[in-house]
């Protein structure tokens, strides 16, 4: 079934700065693409989403990049500041079936 | 706008006992998951409904039960709690099943003693 490598498990930036997160996966016929943050002690809120017909999407200081010859997904925050700190997590469809698949998240730490 | 409510909040039980954890969802949406989250980690999905009065294993289905009782709920009986586990299980829905954009409950807390 599908696997999903996300990168780096941790992440410390400063304000101001960029921060990016990395994901890979492996079934090429992945059809959908989304991005989560979770904040402490909440469930998990949709950032972003993109179909595979889409190489780069952006939106409020987010962008997201998809390669699918590479079968790379990015989460770029540009000017990132102290409330993006969270957990965050790619998770991807295939058109296979209906499970949607999860990163093992990013935990991002921006600081003043 | 919608919201998903996971009830209860927090759950401690004891050894071997049966523990349902309930959720709820207002979207009107098809689709709804049980993912458990352990400490640290990502999410495996538990079980999964597609439309009412379905039910699909997901990868971690051993030693769980669910149940899709109306469009609007979905439930999860841990069959046997294991000593010591600790993890928090989330519940989401989404419009269908083809649209992989989910919307999440605050999380169910569990702790076996």
């Known amino acids: 079934g599908e696997q999903v490598e996300q990168r780096p498990p941790h992440l410390s930036v400063r304000e101001g700065d960029s921060a990016i997160i990395i994901c890979t996966y492996t079934?090429?016929?992945?059809?959908?693409f989304s991005w989560y943050k979770q904040e402490a002690g909440a469930g998990l809120q949709l950032l972003m989403s993109?179909?595979?017909?889409?190489d780069r999407k952006e939106e409020q200081g987010l962008t997201v990049l998809l390669n699918k010859k590479d079968k790379r997904l990015s989460l770029n925050l540009t000017a990132a500041h102290p409330g993006d700190s969270a957990v965050y997590f790619c998770?991807?469809?295939?058109?296979?079936?209906?499970?949607?698949?999860f990163g093992s998240g990013t935990r991002l730490l921006v600081s003043p | 706008g919608g919201i998903i409510t996971q009830t209860p909040k927090f759950l401690i039980g004891q050894e071997g006992q049966k523990l349902t954890l309930k959720c709820q969802q207002n979207?009107?949406?098809?689709?709804m998951y049980w993912y458990r989250q352990d400490s640290g980690k990502g999410l495996r999905l538990i079980y999964y409904?597609?439309?009412?009065?379905?039910?699909q294993k997901g990868d971690l289905s051993e030693g769980y039960d669910a149940s899709r009782e109306k469009k609007s709920s979905f439930s999860l009986t841990v069959t046997s709690a294991q000593k010591n586990e600790m993890a928090v299980f989330l519940c989401?829905?989404?419009?269908?099943?083809?649209?992989?954009?989910?919307?999440f409950g605050e999380g169910s807390k569990l702790t076996v003693l």
């Open positions: 989401a829905s989404s419009r269908t099943a083809n649209t992989g954009q989910l919307y």
């Open positions: 079934d090429s016929a992945t059809a959908y």
């Open positions: 993109v179909l595979s017909n889409v």
């Open positions: 998770a991807v469809r295939g058109t296979g079936g209906y499970k949607v698949v």
């Open positions: 979207f009107n949406h098809d689709t």
């Open positions: 409904s597609i439309t009412e009065n379905d039910l």
